[in-house]
């Protein structure tokens, strides 16, 4: 009599998990429908735009591939031509290495087209053609994407080109922006605008900038010696250290001069 109800307690707990089971079983199978609907909903909403955008960015990746390896390439025949042409210059042949270049010194940007442009300015101004030469340093100094190291070295040389054609103001006005210390091409700079100051009758100016020219330990030292006797010339004392520069020059001093001078002073 005892084991019946533990009998039908065990067929109503079956019964129980079976249909437990069934209702979990319809609920995935729901969800899954569920989830399916969203997914074909959502791509018929969205899936073409999806498609495209990742169709559109294929062709851009691929249209960036291709530009950069065309660059490269452009590049590289750059820097063939340019090392051809400076080839042909070393070995002497300078009208073959000027026209080797005139189609890359012609081009836009920065880079080889910029050295090729000045090294045909070079042999330009050596073969006596000014006026080339000129446009050629010129197309540099306009040309806003060359470093500026050589804008500024083709500005000076074009105004050392085309000075005695221009006016005093428009030389300073052109190279007083280099002619400051401290600046790559001061004292060839400041030398011409120190003689353009002298054509306006301006020699304290002149002066002052031949003594800053002189005392320029950067400055080559034909500049140098030519600003120190201008200096002198002006009433500008431009020599720091005296001694120094007889060693510099070469020349061996008299013991007994310095003591004289010390003598005088006192």
């Known amino acids: 009599m005892a084991l019946t109800p533990k009998k039908k307690q065990s067929s109503d707990d079956k019964r129980s998990r ?45 249209g960036y591939l291709y530009w950069d390896s065309r660059q490269e390439a452009e590049m590289e025949r750059d820097s063939e031509a340019l090392v051809g042409a400076l080839d042909q210059i070393q070995a002497g042949n300078l009208d073959s290495g000027f026209d080797r ?33 000129a446009s050629l340093f010129q197309s540099v100094v306009e040309n806003e994407d060359a470093a500026p190291a050589f804008r500024d070295l083709a500005r000076l040389r074009g105004v050392a ?23 790559p091409y001061f004292a060839s700079a400041g030398e011409l605008v120190a003689h353009a100051y002298l054509d306006q009758g301006q020699r304290a100016e002149a002066g002052a900038l031949f003594a800053e020219i002189a ?23 431009a020599i720091e250290d005296v001694d120094a520069l ?12 310095g003591e004289n001078a010390a003598a005088t002073t006192e």
Not at 32 to 44: I, K
Not at 108 to 127: C, L, T, Y
Not at 218 to 231: C, K, L, T, V, Y
Not at 246 to 257: I, K, M
């Open 215 to 237: 005392k320029d330990d950067n400055g080559p030292e034909s500049i140098r010696s030519r600003a120190r006797q201008m200096a002198g010339v002006l009433g500008v004392d």
């Open 101 to 133: 270049l005139e189609e890359l010194a012609g081009k836009d940007g920065a880079g080889a087209a910029v050295v090729a442009a000045m090294v045909r300015a070079g042999i330009a101004e050596q073969r006596g053609d000014t006026e080339v030469a």
């Open 18 to 62: 079976q249909a437990n089971a069934e209702q979990e079983a319809l609920v995935r199978e729901v969800d899954e429908a569920v989830r399916q609907s969203d997914a074909e909903a959502f791509l018929e909403a969205w899936g073409k735009p999806l498609f495209g955008l990742l169709i559109a960015g294929l062709v851009a990746f691929g």
């Open 246 to 257: 007889l060693e510099e020059q070469g020349v061996e001093r008299d013991p007994a001069e």
């Open 161 to 183: 080109l085309n000075y005695d054609d221009m006016s005093s103001a428009e030389v300073i006005a052109a190279l007083k922006p280099l002619a400051v210390p401290g600046e």
